[in-house]
């Protein structure tokens, strides 16, 4: 008896019906947008705050750590430049890297020559290309003098990704502090009128629970 008494009860809960009562959409949105307006504009002030001010908080950590890791980064640059010869013009990430890797242009440029002729053994051509489109010369050479020199770059560098790295991070919890913002509205903010759902029913909750009059159990009851 007790078993299918629960059964029954767990089967009331998973049918149980909303209420069908209109509600604005725009809150959500609005939260969704910027975190916090949909509780200010629903009169929850306080929770509105908390989450206008959260979102604050993350841009400004955001904000900060970019220009930090961005900082950090064109120092990098500039030290190779100074103590390399390396250009700090270039935009192509690709040519810091090897600066990274390589403690010369030219023992770069020899990888890159081995590389073209394991791809295109029988065509010289081939080979001619893709070496001349990868390689460093001119005012793109560098060379470092030394390992200590080079290492020091790297390390720059490496400070600069993880900062920046973390930035990411950092960004993605705006986009958490928004579908926190917006559950909180969808689910446990009142509307403006505070009016209840069903006899029991809490204002301050969008959920309400009473005694299914159809069937033995509980009925859950939510406001949309």
């Known amino acids: 008896m007790k078993r299918v008494s629960l059964v029954l009860f767990v089967l009331s809960v998973l049918s149980a019906a ?6 604005n959409g725009r809150y959500i949105l609005a939260s969704l947008a910027v975190p ?5 504009w629903m009169n929850s002030r306080l929770k509105g705050e908390i989450f206008l001010w959260t979102d604050a908080a993350v841009w400004l950590t955001w904000g900060t750590m970019m220009t930090i890791g961005n900082s950090s980064d064109h120092s990098a640059r500039l030290f190779a430049g100074q103590y390399s010869g390396s250009s700090t013009t270039q935009r192509a990430d690709d040519y810091y890297v090897a600066l990274e890797r390589y403690p010369t242009s030219d ?12 791809m295109y ?18 005012n793109l050479a560098w060379n470092w003098g030394s390992d200590s020199l080079r290492f020091n770059y790297w390390r720059q560098r490496k400070s600069a990704r993880s900062v920046l790295h973390a930035a990411g991070f950092v960004l993605g919890a705006a986009l958490v502090d928004r579908l926190v913002s ?3 509205v969808a689910f446990f903010t009142p509307t403006p009128d505070h009016q209840s759902l069903t006899p ?9 629970a009473a005694p299914a009059l159809d069937r033995p159990g ?7």
């Open 182 to 184: 917006a559950i909180d």
């Open 218 to 224: 509980l009925a859950v009851y939510y406001r949309f």
């Open 200 to 208: 029991g029913a809490s204002p301050l909750s969008r959920f309400a």
């Open 36 to 40: 916090g307006a949909g509780e200010m």
């Open 18 to 23: 909303a209420e069908p009562q209109q509600y």
């Open 121 to 138: 053994p029988d065509n010289p051509e081939r080979q001619r290309t893709y070496a001349e489109s990868r390689s460093y010369t001119g």
């Open 107 to 118: 023992m770069h440029n020899e990888d890159i020559r081995r590389e073209a002729r394991e």
